[in-house]
């Protein structure tokens, strides 16, 4: 029978699948797509992070460090491929500089590995591209393969016994005296699950879950933001950084960075835009914002050299103007929900926190029994 059911397959929910199966929990995780991790999981920078712009004692900062650790111990053990690239955070200008070390600081404070800040002489033996005053330098930020970090937890939650419904949509949430009754919609015929615990894992479909468990979203404060982020492609440059390049990050998003994958693909991107729906289109004039901000460190890069790429949803809890909010880790008794653990507002270091945020859902649902 099954004792867990986990809404969504994207990276956070088979990260918690399989911690959940490795401390012996029947699980069964409910995915609506027919692949796993095919939406905010597959639409990201698929950057490792360090951990540095949290704030202290912040979930954020807190599951980014120990999952950033669980996932280069991860990605070596069981052959994901990733790369331990570094990245450098640069400033153009005095107020940049002015930031470095206050990021520094926060980064030390939250365990982001052995930070320094360098003169402009030291960025250009490290990037001999790149123009800035200074720069941070954080050893320990990389790359991963989300596509295999993804087929390899669910193959480990599989391999413990957890069953994934693939094509399986939860379409309604009833409350059952010991439990919940998921009433699904699978490969379009209806399907009731009965389960004592429930793991509200859905990304952008998270508040929709919650709300139809009976969580007042508004009281909560769990209503989420789109906010698109996009990507361009670089072309012409040859081999054009050998780190992650990021600005000093701004309030919304950490800055349009460069940043490439395992295949060598150099990107620009994401911006931050708040968005009414779901939307990937990419309107091509943007190239240029896109080569402005970023020539400012990167002076090759020029309009010629971009083309639209993908883009990428972040469920956000912070409103357009709000300061920042934490990931929403919750067992939903304060919410009128028991027994359903729910996870909101997963967007950036969510990915990297994956790990983390899986063993400490399975330390909830350990405290449930
Ligand atoms: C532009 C962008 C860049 C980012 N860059 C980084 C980065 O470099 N590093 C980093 O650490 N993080 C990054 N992130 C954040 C990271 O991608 C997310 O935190 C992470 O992928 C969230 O995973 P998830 O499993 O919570 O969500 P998802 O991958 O969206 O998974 C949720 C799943 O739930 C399913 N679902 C939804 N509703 C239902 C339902 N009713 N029934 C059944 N299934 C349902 C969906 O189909 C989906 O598969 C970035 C995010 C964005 C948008």
């Not at 111990?73 to 955070?89: D, M, N, W």
């Not at 020539?295 to 050299?305: A, C």
């Not at 909101?344 to 969510?350: A, Y």
Request: net charge negative; charged share 20%; hydrophobic share 40%.
């Amino acid at each position: 029978m099954t004792e867990v059911a986990v809404i969504g397959g994207g990276v956070v929910g088979v990260a918690v699948a399989a911690a959940l199966g490795r401390q012996g929990h029947d699980v069964t995780v409910l995915e609506k797509n027919a692949k796993l991790g095919q939406e905010v999981s597959a639409r990201n920078s698929g950057v490792i992070h360090a951990g540095i712009y949290y704030p202290a004692d912040s979930i954020k900062a807190q599951t980014c460090v120990e999952g950033r650790e669980r996932l280069y111990a991860r990605c070596v053990k069981a052959g994901v491929p990733h790369r331990e690239t570094g990245k450098l955070i640069v400033a153009t200008d005095e107020e940049g500089e002015s930031k470095l070390e206050e990021l520094r600081r926060q980064g030390m404070t939250n365990g982001a590995g052995a930070l320094e800040i360098l003169d402009a002489a030291k960025v250009h033996e490290k990037e001999s591209r790149v123009r800035a005053r200074a720069a941070l330098w954080s050893p320990r930020t990389g790359i991963v393969d989300v596509h295999m970090l993804v087929r390899s937890l669910a193959g480990e939650a599989e391999n413990f016994g957890a069953s994934i419904a693939l094509c399986t949509t939860v379409s309604d949430i009833e409350r059952l005296p010991n439990g919940w009754r998921l009433h699904t919609v699978s490969d379009g015929e209806p399907f009731a699950l009965d389960v004592p615990v429930v793991v509200n894992a859905a990304g952008l479909g998270a508040e929709g879950i919650a709300a139809a468990a009976g969580v007042d979203i508004d009281r909560a404060r769990w209503r989420l933001h789109l906010c698109k982020g996009d990507y361009f492609s670089v072309s012409g440059l040859g081999l054009l950084t050998r780190h992650l390049v990021y600005p000093v990050p701004g309030v919304l998003g950490l800055g349009t960075h460069i940043t490439f994958d395992l295949g060598g693909q150099f990107r620009l991107g994401p911006d931050a835009e708040y968005v009414p729906r779901v939307s990937f289109n990419i309107d091509e004039a943007k190239a240029e914002g896109f080569a402005a901000a970023v020539s400012q460190f990167l002076p090759e890069v020029t309009v010629t050299n971009l083309s639209p790429d993908f883009a990428g949803i972040r469920p956000k809890l912070q409103a357009p103007g709000e300061a920042f909010r934490d990931f929403v880790i919750e067992e939903g008794t304060p919410h009128g929900t028991p027994g359903m653990i729910h996870l909101i507002g997963i967007e950036s270091p969510g990915l990297t926190a994956s790990l983390a945020i899986g063993e400490r859902v399975a330390r909830m649902v350990n405290s449930l029994r």
